[in-house]
């Protein structure tokens, strides 16, 4: 099994910044990527971006592209998501996810709130 334990969520102001990191432990031979996913209420689910572990290969939703920015550090299996400008609508429960190969498994996190508010 894959255990993944997230931080950094909280209450920012507009504009404000945040870095949710999340470490994975337990089975974690095989992980393709890592990436973040966010769930506000009455709203599904959405992709907010992803990392690849071999190439570091990224990708971002388009709301928050040249504001979020995703690394990872293989070495403490850990992925990290530096929020800067943050606007109201990134108000969500962000949840932490690895893809595991050979058959594609998703790994979720507990999830860490994120709430932006003057």
């Known amino acids: 099994q894959v255990q993944l334990v997230e931080s950094g969520g909280g209450l920012v102001q507009p504009g404000g910044s945040l870095r949710l990191s999340c470490a994975a432990s337990g089975s974690i031979s095989r992980i393709y990527a890592m990436g973040w996913y966010r769930q506000a209420p009455g709203k599904q689910r959405e992709l907010v971006a992803t990392?690849?572990?071999?190439?570091?290969?990224?990708n971002y939703a388009d709301s928050v592209k040249g504001r979020f920015t995703i690394s990872r550090d293989n070495a403490k299996s850990t992925v990290y998501l530096q929020m800067n400008s943050l606007k109201l609508e990134d108000t969500a429960v962000y949840y932490c996810n690895v893809k595991q190969l050979p058959l594609w498994v998703d790994h979720w996190g507990q999830g860490t709130q994120v709430t932006v508010s003057s």
């Open positions: 990392i690849t572990t071999t190439d570091g290969s990224a």
